[in-house]
């Protein structure tokens, strides 16, 4: 198992990240904020899949008007995304929100600054410093040439600073890069200069396939080394991805648990059976199981029995049948297109006996 580092707790909402505390899945809306109804039907679509922080971009006063709404209609904690402007910032504490997305070295001043911890320790909102390698302040370009992590940490210590000198510590903090090295290289330095809890991930990681692929390195690195309290897969489109990937990724390392897990084999010549989509229609009809069940999908008498065998619920295939297993034990033989309705209904005496305390 895995040793966490050791970090402070800071509330977020309900919720508390940091110390020994689950590490969250976060996501972040990319409707357009001034657009009521379109952002909260995202929110509950996120909340539905799982996501346990949601962001808001606030661009501006419109956006902003928004944010009480935003509060009421969702079950989970929101963070204000803000760049530059304090006063959105005074905005959202005001409206509720349970976390700032701002960087103090960016607003204007020490009086700001002052200002904005001030309301923020008034109302218990912590505020995460959030530093991009593509946003990096001039002089750091020049001094380090390149926006290495170096550069990256040096940047979070300039604004972790502010807020301290204001006597603020309930401080989250990212590093994020698009270059998975860099990234990995900044938080390792990071977490040897400040112990505040690290919210994790690769920026600007690509679409679903490839940028599932950079975080999932990106990010399994980092969580083996016990850094991350709580993260964000950052892909372009739909962000409920984000968080199937990072509930997967979590589930993957045996840091989370969020439910059934679908193990199926790769395909070779001595599978007899379509295994593909039968692995697919698996996952989907444990999709919604909460129980952290292990369900597997063999394509051969080889593997298939052995792996089963350790499964909760298993099938191993073999020409046109297939050999359904609970735990280690052959309960019946069916023909392949038996397959998906046995195991159905194997799974709902599974959830039975779970809900009646026999498991």
């Not at 346990?52 to 935003?70: T, Y």
């Not at 040897?192 to 950079?214: M, N, V």
């Not at 295939?317 to 309705?341: N, S, T, W």
Request: overall charge neutral; some cysteine; proline content about 4%.
């Amino acid at each position: 198992m895995f040793i966490r580092r050791a970090t402070r707790e800071v509330r977020i909402g309900k919720l508390v990240i940091g110390g020994q505390n689950p590490i969250l899945v976060q996501s972040m809306t990319n409707t357009d904020t001034r657009d009521l109804h379109s952002t909260i039907e995202q929110m509950n679509r996120l909340t539905d899949a799982g996501c346990e922080i949601i962001r808001l971009a606030v661009p501006d006063r419109e956006a902003a008007a928004n944010l009480q709404a935003f509060v009421r209609a969702s079950a989970v904690p929101l963070v204000a995304d803000i760049h530059f402007d304090y006063q959105l910032a005074l905005t959202a504490i005001e409206a509720g929100i349970s976390k700032l997305r701002i960087n103090p070295g960016n607003i204007g001043g020490s009086d700001r600054v002052r200002l904005l911890a001030s309301k923020a320790k008034e109302r218990g909102v912590p505020i995460r410093i959030g530093v991009n390698a593509g946003s990096l302040e001039r002089e750091l370009l020049e001094k380090y040439q390149n926006p290495t992590p170096q550069a990256m940490v040096e940047s979070a210590l300039r604004h972790i600073e502010l807020l301290e000198a204001e006597n603020f510590t309930d401080i989250v903090v990212s590093l994020k890069a698009s270059s998975v090295p860099h990234t990995i290289e900044a938080y390792r330095l990071l977490s040897q200069k400040c112990d505040y809890p690290l919210h994790i991930g690769i920026t600007e990681a690509g679409t679903w396939f490839k940028g599932s692929i950079r975080s999932a390195v990106g990010l399994g690195i980092m969580l083996a080394e016990g850094l991350g309290d709580t993260l964000r897969v950052s892909l372009t489109g739909d962000p409920v991805r984000e968080v199937e990937v990072g509930k997967e990724i979590l589930q993957s390392l045996g840091l989370r648990s969020f439910g059934a897990t679908v193990v199926s084999c790769p395909t070779c010549g001595r599978c007899q059976v379509n295994l593909e989509p039968l692995a697919e229609k698996v996952e989907a009809l444990v999709s919604g199981i909460k129980t952290p069940l292990r369900i597997a999908v063999m394509g051969c008498a080889v593997n298939g029995p052995g792996e089963a065998r350790e499964a909760d619920l298993g099938v191993a295939c073999g020409k046109g049948e297939g050999l359904i297993f609970r735990r280690g034990e052959i309960i019946k033989k069916v023909p392949e297109a038996a397959i998906i309705d046995t195991l159905e209904e194997e799974l709902r005496q599974i959830a039975d006996s779970v809900r009646l305390g026999n498991e």
